[in-house]
């Protein structure tokens, strides 16, 4: 089963290029079959992450919660398992 991990942070207003660098330079313990960056006005960063993995396995490794002082609000994270691809 392909599960995909979501991580969304919205960066204190002039502070998205910082928050994106910071999400880049972040390594996870275990290689995802595939990740990817995302950036979208109001300077948010959204990482999403592919696991060949259980939906509900607890080990699967997340992105850290950035420094408390390039975010505006807690992270979002959401999981999702693959259904359909093209």
């Known amino acids: 089963m392909t599960v995909a991990l979501m991580w969304e942070a919205r960066a204190v207003p002039g502070r ?8 880049g330079q972040q390594v996870l313990p275990a290689p995802p079959l595939r990740r990817e960056t995302f950036r979208a006005p109001q300077d948010r960063v ?9 939906y509900d396995d607890p080990d699967l490794p997340e992105l850290a919660t950035p420094p408390e002082e390039l975010v505006s609000r807690p992270v979002h994270r959401w999981r999702f398992e693959s259904v359909a691809a093209d």
């Open 16 to 23: 998205g290029a910082e928050l994106l660098a910071w999400a």
């Open 46 to 54: 959204l990482v999403i992450t592919w696991w060949d993995a259980p």
